[in-house]
């Protein structure tokens, strides 16, 4: 498990945001993610290319998700 900071993509409201599970709910209370966990990313600037993060991902494009 890897700790997740504000900035990342784990606690972006765009991480998963096409498709809500427990897992994303999870990363959000506990602030910590499995390596190995890919979701897609949601940002209207970059949902055309469909890119598969990583919860430590980033860019500059980060909007804080809602609290679980």
Wanted: proline share 4%.
């Amino acid at each position: 498990m890897q700790a997740i900071h504000n900035g990342q993509c784990g606690v972006c409201g765009h991480f998963g945001e096409r498709h809500k599970s427990d897992v994303l709910v999870t990363i959000l209370s506990t602030k910590k993610a499995d390596e190995g966990f890919i979701d897609e990313c949601g940002h209207p600037k970059h949902a055309p290319l469909h890119l598969k993060v990583t919860a430590i991902s980033g860019c500059d494009g980060f909007v804080p998700a809602a609290q679980a």
